[in-house]
Antibody, heavy 122, light 111 residues
Framework: EVQVLESGGGLVQPGGSLRLSCAAS????????MTWVRQAPGKGLEWVST????????FYADSVRGRFTISRDNSGNTLYLQMNRLRTDDTAVYYC???????????????WGQGALVTVSS | QSILTQPPSVSGAPGQRVTVSCTGS?????????VHWYQHLPGSAPKLLIF???NRPSGVPDRFSGSKSGPSASLAITGLQAEDEGDYYC???????????FGTGTKVTVL
């Protein structure tokens, strides 16, 4: 059974940092791209970042580029999101998801975790 | 910022058919990149409903179907059931942004 489980959420002050982790199981992690998606309170889903299976191809939303860094450990089946210079509008539930699809432009997200809440507040 | 536009809400009685539209642009759906749909029920993780414009993952009822034409796509739900009540999102890729985009989201209400 495919499972992805996020951890590392919490309360952080504006300007602070936090690292989210996503432990994957039930599939060959090193074969698939992975993605972070977030949902702010009362808002819709927002794509954050995607990393290719080999960790080389990386994509970011404009809203987080330069502040967030996505990475992965294929030997440990774990995805990460390092979040720096956090702002109050980064407050959201952050979901980890497995990507599928033949080409990057046609990726879809077929398995999702339950999410990790990140609250940025003073 | 989302550049896939969906209606804020649609509603229907049990058993009826409802559709959710998703309008993109020449750099996204019209490029043409595939459109995918997700169901997000309260308190749950988002769930893949349709991939590759009109394909259902294993376990998704055939009451759900997708279509695409030019820069737009649609999700149809036939035989509407109370358990279908929730939020629905389309998703694609945008070459101008060089990233993925979700639609603005549509709340489906069963009357």
């Amino acid at each position: 059974e495919v499972q992805v489980l996020e951890s590392g959420g919490g309360l952080v002050q504006p300007g602070g940092s936090l690292r989210l982790s996503c432990a994957a199981s039930g599939f060959t992690f090193s074969w698939f791209a992975m993605t972070w998606v977030r949902q702010a309170p009362g808002k819709g889903l927002e794509w954050v970042s995607t990393i290719h299976d080999d960790g080389v191809g990386i994509f970011y939303a404009d809203s987080v580029r330069g502040r967030f860094t996505i990475s992965r450990d294929n030997s440990g089946n774990t995805l990460y999101l390092q979040m720096n210079r956090l702002r109050t509008d980064d407050t959201a539930v952050y979901y980890c998801s497995k990507a599928a699809g033949a080409t990057t432009g046609n990726y879809y997200f077929d398995y999702w975790g339950q999410g990790a809440l990140v609250t940025v507040s003073s | 910022q989302s550049i896939l536009t969906q209606p804020p809400s649609v509603s229907g009685a049990p058993g009826q058919r409802v559709t959710v539209s998703c309008t993109g642009s020449s750099s996204s759906i019209g490029a043409p990149y595939d459109v995918h749909w997700y169901q997000h029920l309260p308190g749950s993780a988002p769930k893949l409903l349709i991939f590759g414009n009109n394909n259902r993952p294993s376990g998704v009822p055939d009451r759900f179907s997708g279509s695409k034409s030019g820069p737009s796509a649609s999700l149809a739900i036939t035989g509407l059931q109370a358990e279908d009540e929730g939020d629905y999102y389309c998703q694609s890729f945008d070459s101008r942004l060089n990233g993925f985009v979700f639609g603005t989201g549509t709340k489906v209400t069963v009357l």
